[in-house]
């Protein structure tokens, strides 16, 4: 099935702005004033190696490049100085109605608003006036990466100094920085990509007394984000977005957060969970911030406490420390977990050697582990498989963590099956519904793309598996917790991008990648689905109403 989706691409925030022209990799680098012009000019030159070429002269002329497809090749810059103050920006911006370019950075130094900025500290414009830049975050993400302070925020534009008090207010409506001329001249960018970026000269702590050395730490980190600009404008294009479905949140995670969710209005804050309840950083923050306390063992659970077991499951050697304690335990191991356990006993009690395929350290590998620790067996490879010394070679059973890969394991039970004729498999796969599902989604996207993004935690098994998943495929693929961690250098030259989620990572996630791929250009959005998945897990009975 294949639903189509256009998106805008920034542009007048909620006027669904269109294009003026195809955005192509030609930047117009907008800076108001000479000084700024001259920071900037200095940051490209040294990024190409001390030449200005491709750089025209900063004045405020006419002409300009031609727009024209995004290509990975690097794009001309024309660096125009605009003016300082909204009057001079508005008459430029009028002048700039007539001119081609492909995308639009604007470019300069700024007063900070709140009091944890400091001089030299860039703010990247999510809002300028009333014109959005959704690519900000990408944006923020490039330039930290680049070892410079960045945050992203509104940037609102005044039409004269303003004093404290004043900032004061701005701070208080939400705004971040305050400047003199982005918001006319982000507006002549009319539909095509544009983004902000600006040096913080002076904080409420740092005054306008203090301008001199504020504005020069504010003016050397222009001159280093510079590169940064230019490698945003090669990011730039027109592009197709290609969702693997099913992706994102399965069963046990939804089950597994829905858990304390509930502990946390039933009991109130603080609730301890062991471990993180599942492999993601969004989720585990957005949890703390509600109360949420996540602890590596359970020593660090006050006594009498009720404490929360993650979905990847517990050994049996943990539940006894917990009755110990006399913790109040909720159990949120997905069912699936607990299926390969209970597998895992069945077959020691039945005097079998299990052989369990999985990746040592894996929170969900040591609990299974620890179910009959004398009689299971890790095996990651097939050598794992030749240097296994079972009691009895006629009884070998064989389990799997759930998120491996599904054609890496089965290599390792095929090796297993080999070496033991009459090696027992699980009654049903060990690898979940979701992982399956996932696997098959995403090979089916990344046939299709040049580059597949996967939002997902560096812990989260079942995503880094899709990673590999697609680059078994020919497909170069990266792990993403945020949009922020997308390289522009990743995005020049991919016109298709497949976008999936691991069965940790949330759905907003994927909303906010294609909201900061469309700040770069039209972005059309296709889903790609292999199978829909209707299964829900029941909760445990101390949090069901
Ligand atoms: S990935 Fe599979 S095993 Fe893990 S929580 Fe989700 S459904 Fe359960």
């Given at each position: 099935m294949t639903e189509t989706i256009p998106r805008p691409h920034g542009g007048v925030a909620g006027a669904g702005a269109v294009a003026a022209a195809e955005p192509g990799?030609?930047?117009?680098?907008?800076?108001?004033?000479?000084?700024?012009?001259?920071?900037?000019?200095?940051?490209?030159?040294?990024?190409?190696?001390?030449?200005?070429?491709?750089?025209?002269p900063c004045a405020g002329g006419s002409g300009g490049s031609s727009p024209r497809a995004s290509t990975d090749r690097p794009p001309e810059v024309t660096l125009l100085r605009t003016g300082y103050g909204t009057t001079r920006a508005a008459r430029q911006a009028e002048r700039l109605s007539h001119r081609p370019f492909g995308q639009m950075m604007i470019m300069g130094v700024g007063g900070g608003l709140t009091i944890d900025l400091s001089p030299g500290d860039l703010v990247v414009g999510t809002e300028v006036g009333a014109v959005s830049c959704p690519s900000a975050p990408l944006l923020a993400g490039e330039l930290r990466r680049a070892g410079l302070p960045a945050r992203t925020g509104r940037i609102t534009t005044v039409d004269h100094l303003i004093r404290r008090p004043q900032r004061a207010a701005l701070a208080a409506e939400g705004a971040l920085l305050v400047d003199m001329e982005s918001a006319p001249l982000a507006a002549a960018a009319d539909g095509r990509p544009v983004a902000v970026i600006r040096a913080v000269s002076d904080t409420?702590?740092?005054?306008?007394?203090?301008?001199?050395?504020?504005g020069l730490a504010a003016l050397r980190s222009l001159r280093a984000a510079a590169p940064v600009a230019e490698r945003w404008a090669a990011a730039?294009?027109?592009?197709?977005?290609?969702?693997?479905?099913?992706?994102?949140?399965?069963?046990?995670?939804?089950?597994?957060i829905e858990i304390v969710e509930r502990v946390l209005q039933r009991q109130g804050a603080p609730v301890y969970v062991r471990k993180q309840i599942v492999h993601n950083t969004r989720v585990?923050?957005?949890?703390?911030?509600?109360?949420?306390?996540?602890v590596d063992e359970l020593d660090q659970v006050p006594d009498g406490a009720t404490v929360v077991f993650s979905a990847h499951g517990v050994s049996p050697a943990v539940r006894a420390q917990a009755s110990r304690r006399g913790l109040a335990v909720i159990d949120a191991t997905c069912p699936l977990v607990s299926k390969v356990h209970a597998e895992a006993r069945r077959f020691a009690a039945d005097g079998y050697t299990v052989a369990l395929i999985g990746h040592a350290g894996h929170e969900e590998v040591e609990g299974t582990l620890g179910e009959a620790p004398d009689s299971t067996v890790?095996?990651?490879?097939?050598?794992?498989v030749a240097r296994l010394r079972p009691r009895d070679e006629e009884r070998v059973a064989y389990l799997m963590q759930t998120t491996l890969s599904v054609d890496e394991a089965a290599e390792v039970s095929a090796a297993l099956r080999e070496r033991f004729g009459s090696v027992r498999a699980p009654g049903s796969d060990d690898i979940c519904y979701a992982t399956t599902n996932r696997q098959a989604a995403v090979r089916a996207v990344a046939a299709e793309s040049d580059l597949v993004l996967v939002a997902g935690s560096a812990n989260s098994s079942n995503s880094v598996r899709l990673v590999e998943t697609c680059?078994?495929?020919?497909?170069?693929a990266h792990l993403i917790d945020s949009a922020e961690d997308i390289q522009l250098g990743w995005l020049a030259g991919a016109q298709v991008?497949?976008?999936?989620?691991?069965?940790?990572a949330p759905p907003a996630v994927v909303e906010e990648i294609i909201s900061a791929l469309a700040g770069l250009g039209p972005v059309s959005v296709s889903e790609r689905v292999t199978t829909t998945e209707s299964i829900r897990f029941g909760l445990p009975k101390e949090v069901r109403q």
């Open positions: 990799n030609s930047l117009l680098l907008c800076a108001p004033l000479g000084i700024e012009a001259r920071a900037l000019r200095r940051g490209l030159r040294e990024a190409r190696g001390g030449r200005g070429d491709g750089i025209p409420p702590h740092h005054p306008l007394a203090g301008i001199v050395s504020g730039c294009g027109t592009r197709r977005v290609l969702l693997a479905g099913p992706r994102s949140f399965c069963a046990g995670v939804e089950r597994a585990v923050g957005d949890l703390t911030r509600r109360g949420a306390v996540f890790l095996v990651q490879t097939t050598e794992d680059e078994r495929a020919g497909t170069p991008i497949g976008l999936t989620a691991g069965a940790s």
